[in-house]
């Protein structure tokens, strides 16, 4: 059954404190504590990270390496639902360790705006193409350079894209995720710090000229 839209285009939240501190706000959920997972309130809001600002006064806990990355998204509309930016161990620079974002979709035809908005950053970047599931790499490992001028360490960024199944319009879909990945290395914090630049580009938050 289709879920009626409200007219200020806010949905019903309910937040959780887990037992070391954090918060998560999820859509929709039995407003009951559980073991590890204590019930605080719930709120309406425009999206997850809203709601936890708005009942537990704070975002839920995000990594420093990411968290431009995923406050642009939803800034943008693309609701996201958790992340991770990789843990690499600086002491074995030579291990890949992928960060990803997963999303949920409130709007009809938001994965098709994600997927143009990734595929316009790859065919500017590296001529590369995207599918359904996958943004292509740069075969030849061409340097990247931030705005002001900072070349990124060299390594064959991969960013994918996971699509779930057909699902019937019922106001959402679960089970998008986009990956980012660096063969031959981690992914570092400069590499998230040139999506969201990318993106910016693309949306017209940034000057290309800057």
């Known amino acids: 059954m289709k879920r009626k839209k409200k007219p200020d ?10 037992d070391n501190g954090s918060h998560e706000a999820l859509l929709e959920d039995e407003p009951v504590s559980s073991e590890g997972m204590e019930f605080i309130g719930e709120t309406r809001a425009r999206n997850f990270l809203d709601a936890c600002l708005r009942v537990a006064g704070e975002l839920p806990k995000i990594d420093d390496a990411i968290k431009p990355l995923v406050l642009l998204l939803n800034e943008l509309g693309f609701w996201t639902e958790s992340c991770c930016s990789g843990h690499p161990d600086p002491s074995k620079p030579e291990e890949e360790d992928d960060g990803y974002v ?16 990734l595929r316009a950053i790859w065919q500017s970047e590296w ?17 990247r350079y931030l705005r002001d001028g900072t070349q990124l360490p060299l390594g064959r960024l991969v960013l994918t894209l996971e699509l779930p199944p057909p699902l019937a319009t019922y106001g959402g879909e679960w ?14 914090p400069i590499d998230y710090t040139w999506l ?15």
């Open 9 to 18: 285009g806010l949905r019903l939240f309910q937040v959780f404190r887990f």
């Open 102 to 117: 997963s999303f949920y979709f409130e709007k009809a035809g938001q994965q098709a705006q994600l997927r143009q908005l």
């Open 127 to 143: 001529g590369g193409e995207l599918d359904s599931e996958e943004c292509d790499s740069d075969d030849h490992e061409k340097p």
């Open 175 to 188: 089970g998008v995720a986009m990956g980012l990945g660096c063969v031959g290395r981690a992914v570092l």
């Open 196 to 210: 969201v630049e990318q993106i910016e580009l693309q949306t017209g938050r940034a000057s290309r000229s800057r």
